[in-house]
């Protein structure tokens, strides 16, 4: 097992699905903010939120922004989020860890993913038909 293990929340089983989600976009908005001054964090890292925050601000978009408030906005949006997420996932998973634990989540609520590749346990079989060929293969050789 790898060190260098991630939290990631489990689904909700409730349904109040919608106020979940709220409470899981403040709880992530928290947690990023906390992150943010927390000199642990590797200042390489602390680059994203700024980032998001400057496209959303700056005149060039993905989308135009005409008319105001309609649907151009979400890709404001989504950079907004996939930045928040993107810091806290670059973030060192203990640190992570540690500010989740102090804003008062359930550490068994998130489930731990191993970030290098995982060991697959199993059983297998060579064919009749692929040791045929492997057989071949050698008396060719």
């Known amino acids: 097992m790898s ?5 990631i929340q489990k689904p909700h089983d ?7 989600w709220l409470e899981d976009v403040v709880r992530q908005l928290r947690l990023a903010w906390r992150l943010f001054f927390d ?3 590797p200042l390489w890292t602390k680059i994203v939120p700024p980032a998001a925050l400057a496209y959303v601000l700056s005149p060039i978009d993905i989308l135009a922004d005409f008319p105001p408030m309609g649907i151009n906005q979400l890709d404001d949006i989504a950079i907004v989020f996939l930045g928040v997420k993107m810091f806290i996932e670059l973030a060192p998973p203990e640190v992570v860890r540690e500010h989740l634990e102090d804003l008062g989540a359930k550490i068994e609520e998130w489930r731990v993913v191993e970030e290098e590749g995982s060991v697959v346990e199993g059983r297998y079989e060579i064919s009749e038909r692929a040791r045929a060929e492997e057989d071949r293969t050698d008396i060719r050789e």
Do not use: I, K, N
Request: proline share 7%; aromatic share 0%; net charge neutral.
């Open 14 to 20: 409730d349904t109040g699905a919608m106020r979940a």
């Open 3 to 7: 060190d260098d293990r991630r939290p």
């Open 39 to 41: 000199e642990r964090v």
